[in-house]
């Protein structure tokens, strides 16, 4: 079974930067769109971006779009998330996920059609 490892979180002061990183247990990004979500505490969970499998695309929500920038390293099977100017409302836990249904090629905005997920990685952001 594929499995996915989040790590890179932390605690910084709002305008700084974190790189989380989501490795799989096996090259998966043929097949597979890789999604990140996030989950402030008393809120459910939110996309924040994603790429399809192979050249699909990357996509990023509106809160992020300019500020989050998601790359992928084929040759490690690593996912970034690259978080520049970091506000408190980032603070949440973030989690990578992977699916590979037909129909994340048409969209991987949405949680629910995930079905393999990372343990969560803690980003807290102060003001």
């Known amino acids: 079974d594929v499995q996915l490892q989040a790590s890179g979180g932390g605690s910084v002061q709002a305008g700084g930067s974190l790189r989380l990183s989501c490795a799989a247990s096996e090259f998966i990004f043929d097949d597979y769109a890789i999604g990140w979500f996030r989950q402030a505490p008393g809120k459910g969970r939110e996309w924040v971006s994603c790429?399809?499998?192979?050249?699909?695309?990357?996509y990023y929500s509106a809160s992020v779009k300019g500020r989050f920038t998601m790359s992928r390293d084929n040759a490690n099977n690593t996912v970034f998330l690259q978080m520049n100017s970091l506000k408190p409302d980032d603070t949440a836990v973030y989690y990578c996920?992977?699916?590979?249904?037909?129909?994340?090629?048409?969209?991987?905005?949405?949680?629910?059609?995930?079905?393999?997920w990372g343990q969560g990685t803690l980003v807290t952001v102060s003001s």
């Open positions: 790429i399809k499998p192979g050249d699909g695309g990357t």
């Open positions: 996920a992977a699916e590979d249904r037909e129909s994340i090629r048409i969209s991987c905005t949405v949680y629910e059609w995930y079905d393999l």
